[in-house]
């Protein structure tokens, strides 16, 4: 019947749900960017305004340009982000390989020691990295931003998961044929895991670009702000209860990851879909 | 001299031994198939000479030298996989070629981009690209070159994978069940094809197995292995006339040989089978259980007087160019099967009595531990068995 009329009870009943879920979740984002549109004086009205009556699009954006180095915080953000992420890459799936592959005495220990390093939260470790960085004098510079990030626990996990998979027989042909066992990583093993590996790549740039707390500590320079310390401090600093500017502000610090997530979202999907993660 | 040698290969993995000490000679330009059950230790074997694996225990050379330790990709041997192993990201032309390119292209000659600005780039990858040609070409799949493994078939797949293996003229092919992932038909089809190919390149193939039926129609010899030892090893014909161990004649031949408890008896030592005496004497003390092979075709109807095996037709297979009958007889476990040609028992229906025959020369008698027993026959002097 359903496919007959279109859509059953249920199935319309689900989709308003769903649809309400969504609402909550996207709302206080839509009311950001409707803030970012507004002039200060529709801001703190009682009444809620969907639209604003004068749109203060161009007001708010320009200020928000003026006001702060929108443009250098973005810059580190991707800096730190994609260092970060390539760097995690190369140490991972190594690793990963041969905690999947190899055979080698205490591996299976090896990886218990991987998941357990996947439970220690990064707050924990911050003050004993914080300590180091300042013995070893690479506070407020963008090493200190990227190096705690290199080693992935959860890369290498997810990774080594994947490559769990990926047939025996493939990697003794790569043998056969003459490749060595850090070829098969880049030339066998991460052109079929690439699925995985955007998956990963989204998890590890989203986390790491809309991470506060770190570069927070690690970081005074206003340099070496990245864009959500940045935003932070415009605040406190220049805006005051400006929020027009400050809205439109964290508008622009959030699309680059709207954008790439609706470019990549389709690899995404394959890849969390293929990890078996959802 | 042998192209492979073989002498006391074990190897165990943590507590269990899976080869057992294998002595194995193989000569250059041989097909030899190494065929038993599954789990019998034929693929950890091949994977030693290959390289994959280290033996435990034992030696193995290839063409005089020890190569022990040496890594599979200089031991100049190729290997075709069951699962194909094809690499899924690249298209059936480069994946033919990554063997050529590992050995002819120098690291920095393989890296993307830069390798264009590497002096002799150029040339050696047409050579390269004349090479993959020539093997498309043999193996007819010039068409399918720049399609990728996924958009392919299993026996294309298959064929793609045998290509690779060939293209750089290896000292050896190892294949392990290259066809079990083939439908019944194109396995039979493959198997020609293989062995043509064999005749064409004048190499040695060292074929794993578990179908009796792919060593039986390929091989210049069969290696039988059960529970990580050869147990006998020599030509499809020897394998399958004469038979060293219960187990090989029980896995060589389809339908499977029929085995009736018997036994010795008396000083003459001869042999009784279902009720009946058969006039030969065994090697073997009287008051033995004997276990009597009779393949399926060596069984033949007889009138009631010259029966030595009588029972009930339980089942007829017409397989059109022969006839399968299953016969119950009285004290056998398993019905005895019998071969006839086309159109042979037509006027036997199921159920009904039937008398069979066999000539004592078709006897192959084992004891109780499976070796095989000698038997001459009684009255004149002439061995068989
Ligand atoms: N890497 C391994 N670790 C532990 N046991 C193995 C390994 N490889 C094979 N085996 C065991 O060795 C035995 C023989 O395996 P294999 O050589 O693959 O048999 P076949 O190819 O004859 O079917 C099997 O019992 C299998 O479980
Ligand atoms: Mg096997």
Redesign the interface.
């Known amino acids: 019947m359903s496919t007959a009329r279109g859509i059953s009870l249920w199935g319309l009943l689900r989709h308003v749900l769903l649809l309400i879920a969504a609402a909550i979740v996207l709302l206080p984002f839509v009311w950001m960017i409707v803030t970012s549109l507004k002039p200060q004086s529709e801001i703190f009205l009682s009444e809620i305004r969907w639209w604003p009556e004068r749109l203060h699009a161009v007001e708010n954006y320009t200020k928000a340009f003026d006001r702060a180095p929108l443009m250098r915080f973005l810059l580190n953000g991707a800096i730190v982000t994609v260092t970060i992420f390539m760097l995690q890459v190369l140490i991972a799936l190594p690793a990963a390989y041969a905690l999947a592959k190899l055979r080698f005495w205490g591996r299976e220990a090896v990886f218990a020691l991987v998941l357990f390093c996947i439970l220690i939260p990064p707050q924990a470790t911050a003050i004993p990295v914080f300590l180091l960085f300042h013995h070893l004098g690479i506070l407020d510079t963008y090493a200190a931003l990227i190096v705690p990030f290199t080693i992935s626990a959860f890369g290498i996990f997810l990774m080594r998961q994947f490559f769990m998979t990926v047939?025996d027989?493939?990697v003794?042909?790569?043998?056969?044929?003459?490749?060595s066992e850090i070829g098969i990583v880049w030339r066998?093993m991460l052109?079929?895991a690439?699925p995985a590996l955007t998956a990963f790549g989204i998890f590890s740039i989203v986390a790491h670009w809309n991470d506060y707390f770190w570069p927070l500590i690690a970081v005074n320079s206003k340099e070496l702000f990245t864009p959500p310390v940045g935003v932070a401090t415009f605040r406190n600093e220049e805006a005051g209860t400006d929020y027009g500017p400050l809205m439109a502000a964290a508008t622009i610090i959030i699309a680059p990851l709207i954008i790439a997530f609706l470019l990549a979202q389709r690899r995404f999907i394959e890849g969390i879909t293929f990890t078996g993660m959802k | 001299m042998a192209m492979f040698e073989l002498t006391g290969v074990r190897k165990s993995f943590e507590r269990t031994e899976v080869l057992k000490g294998v002595d194995l000679d193989i000569a250059d330009g041989e097909f030899i198939s190494l065929v038993g059950p599954s789990g019998c230790g034929k693929s950890t074997l091949l994977?030693i000479i290959?390289g994959?694996e280290d033996q435990t225990d034992g030696s193995v050379r290839i063409g005089g030298d020890v190569v022990d330790g040496i890594?599979?990709?200089d031991r100049n041997?190729?290997?075709v996989?069951?699962?194909?192993?094809?690499?899924?990201?690249?298209t059936v032309f480069n994946n033919i070629a990554?063997?050529l390119r590992?050995?002819r292209l120098s690291a920095l000659q393989r890296l993307p981009l830069v390798r264009w600005l590497v002096p002799g780039t150029r040339s050696a990858e047409c050579g390269i690209h004349a090479d993959v040609e020539k093997v498309a070409e043999l193996l007819g799949m010039r068409d399918l070159l720049h399609r990728k493994p996924a958009q392919l078939s299993g026996g294309q797949r298959q064929r793609v994978a045998v290509g690779?293996a060939i293209v750089r003229e290896p000292r050896g092919f190892l294949l392990d069940e290259p066809l079990s992932n083939l439908d019944a038909k194109l396995r039979v089809h493959m198997r020609t094809e293989i062995a043509q190919l064999h005749r064409r390149l004048a190499a040695t193939f060292i074929y794993v197995t578990h179908d009796q039926a792919e060593a039986m129609t390929m091989s210049d010899r069969i290696a039988v292995m059960m529970d990580g030892n050869i147990i006998q090893i020599g030509s499809p014909d020897d394998v399958y006339d004469d038979p060293q161990d219960l187990r090989v004649a029980e896995f060589i031949g389809s339908p499977k040989i029929n085995i009736l408890e018997g036994a010795t008896v008396g000083e003459d030592r001869a042999l009784v089978l279902a009720g009946h005496r058969i006039p030969i004497s065994v090697s073997e003390q009287a008051g033995r259980s004997i276990s009597v092979g009779i393949r399926p075709e060596a069984m033949r109807l007889a009138s009631s007087e010259g029966a030595l095996v009588s029972g009930r037709l339980a089942h007829k297979e017409n397989l059109g160019a022969e006839v399968l009958l299953h016969v119950d007889v009285d004290g056998q476990s398993a019905p005895v099967i019998v071969r006839l040609d086309h159109g042979g028992a037509r006027s036997i229906r199921i159920g009904e009595m039937i008398d069979l025959t066999f000539a004592m020369e078709d006897l192959r008698l084992f004891d109780k531990a499976g070796r095989r027993v000698g038997a001459k026959a009684a009255q004149k002097e002439l061995a068989y068995g």
Not at chain 2, 81 to 90: D, G, I, R, V
């Open positions: 047939p027989d493939l003794d042909a790569a043998r056969m044929d003459g490749i066998v052109p079929t690439l | 994977r290959a994959l890594r599979p990709a041997l190729a290997m996989f069951q699962s194909y192993a094809l690499y899924p990201h690249l990554v063997p590992m050995r690779r």
